[in-house]
T-cell receptor, first 115, second 115 residues
Framework: AQKITQTQPGMFVQEKEAVTLDCTYD???????LFWYKQPSSGEMIFLIY??????QNATEGRYSLNFQKARKSANLVISASQLGDSAMYFC????????????FGSGTQLTVLP | DAGVIQSPRHEVTEMGQEVTLRCKPI?????LFWYRQTMMRGLELLIY????????DSGMPEDRFSAKMPNASFSTLKIQPSEPRDSAVYFC?????????????FGPGTRLTVT
């Protein structure tokens, strides 16, 4: 079974509007971490935001926030006030207690911000 | 502080040749990861070091791949002999600690093309 599922291969959003990128995960661990990374066309992987499984509040970092619903095993990324520079591939990833501390990545969502 | 440094950024080689990819992690980071990104398989972990010691190399495709970390500031990933199916972007990432909450910082990647 897929550990990280991103069901939206591509998304479009109008500049200045908010957009939600979906991510569901599968783990039997009680303790785990969820991450979002951005990969622009230049190729580098940029860390955006982190949510721990025991964190009671949703993580926020500037225009990025994470809608964490533990019972549903979802960790959706919300980008507010989209900018043209937000156009990129976005990856959801998970780190589990029992793994070799690796990040397991989803297949990504290509976000395009329209002017 | 400088980020993760990888060299070369691009490598084009002929099948059968030896390829060596290099990585300098962020100073003070104790964990180092090598990932490979392809369209077909996405991002996958190849090997993970903690305190210069290989912890998990189960993601290394086959014996043609080897990785070393002779000291805390340098790691290499070697492919010998290279094959066209090795063409991919290879990322090195480092993390302060292997704990769940510590994000991994990625280098810019090496785009390898084997003809």
């Amino acid at each position: 079974a897929q550990k990280i599922t991103q069901t939206q291969p591509g998304m479009f959003v109008q500049e200045k509007e908010a957009v939600t990128l979906d991510c569901t995960y599968d783990t039997s661990d009680q303790s785990y971490g969820l991450f979002w990374y951005k990969q622009p066309s230049s190729g580098e992987m940029i860390f955006l935001i982190y949510q721990g499984s025991y964190d009671e509040q949703n993580a926020t970092e500037g225009r990025y926030s994470l809608n964490f619903q533990k019972a549903r095993k979802s960790a959706n990324l919300v980008i507010s006030a989209s900018q043209l520079g937000d156009s990129a591939m976005y990856f959801c990833a998970m780190r589990e207690t029992g793994s070799a501390r690796q990040l397991t990545f989803g297949s990504g969502t290509q976000l395009t911000v329209l002017p | 502080d400088a980020g993760v440094i990888q060299s070369p950024r691009h490598e084009v080689t002929e099948m059968g040749q030896e390829v060596t990819l290099r990585c300098k992690p962020i100073s003070g980071h104790n964990s180092l990861f090598w990932y490979r990104q392809t369209m077909m398989r996405g991002l996958e972990l190849l090997i993970y070091f903690n305190n210069n010691v290989p912890i998990d190399d189960s993601g290394m495709p086959e014996d043609r791949f080897s990785a070393k970390m002779p000291n805390a500031s340098f790691s290499t990933l070697k492919i010998q002999p290279s094959e066209p199916r090795d063409s991919a972007v290879y990322f090195c990432a480092s993390s302060l600690r292997p704990d769940l909450s510590y994000e991994q910082y990625f280098g810019p990647g090496t785009r390898l093309t084997v003809t």
